[in-house]
């Protein structure tokens, strides 16, 4: 084996390795919240998780895009500036695959990034994710109030509580959380917010598939939904719609 292909081969295990650990994330989290029991409160882990997955598949699609651009994938230094930015990743992202899929003219990625921006849980769930990606509001908020730095802002339970009242009003849900089925009721809730997330993914493996995120994206684009099977039996119904 030359010394090119084995770098190459090297490279793509990298590349495939980088976006399993992402999907996986995202499976993982995206269950973990669509399970009857789940608490906001005591469920700041799953939410953790989702958002580190969306963190590497946005890096993983911009730096994607990046390389098909310049010829080189971002160095460590351009991924750490990046940082854990969910809110202002996803809108970069938002805003660059738009570009491409209009001047590429790629109706059907419009339609999907149109939709997710009308979505009326994704404004909430960055702003959730952003939250629980940051060191001392989230990953560490417990740590750092024991060594005397509060938090600051909203806890992530009361941002979520938000998202669980807009998805029993869209449900009409208000009954059933009050009466015996309450577990399944908020379930049902928690699946329609977390649905949101799943859609994401579904847009960038299409961005992945149609070519907006360069050839080599493109080949690979399997990959970014191997975990699709993992989705809760809750989820099944959205992701066959996808």
Partial sequence: ?????????????????????????????????????????????ALQTIAAGVEKLAKLTLGMMDEADTG???????????????????????????????GDGRPYILRLKYSLDVDPFWPGL????????????????????????????????????ILDDKAIASLDLASAIAGPESRDALCRARTEIIGTVVR??????????????????????TEVRLQWDTLPPSLEALAKRL
Wanted: aromatic residues 8%; glycine residues 8%; charged residues 20%.
């Fill in 72 to 102: 080189a994938f971002p160095d460590q230094k351009a991924l750490k500036d990046w940082g854990h930015d969910i809110d202002g990743l996803t809108r970069s992202l938002g805003s660059r695959l738009e570009q491409r899929a209009a």
């Fill in 126 to 161: 960055r702003d959730a994710l952003d939250t629980a990606a940051d060191a001392r509001a989230g990953r560490y908020v417990h740590e750092s109030a024991l060594g005397g730095f509060p938090p600051l802002g909203r806890p992530i339970h009361e941002m979520w509580q």
């Fill in 200 to 221: 994401w993914w579904h847009l960038l493996f299409r961005v992945w598939q149609h070519g907006l995120a360069g050839p080599t994206a493109r080949q690979l684009s």
């Fill in 1 to 45: 084996m030359s010394e090119n292909l084995a770098h190459h081969h090297v490279r793509t295990l990298h590349l495939v390795q980088a976006t399993e650990d992402s999907t996986e994330l995202l499976a993982m989290g995206i269950a973990r919240v669509a399970t009857p029991g789940w608490q906001a409160r005591a469920g700041q882990p």
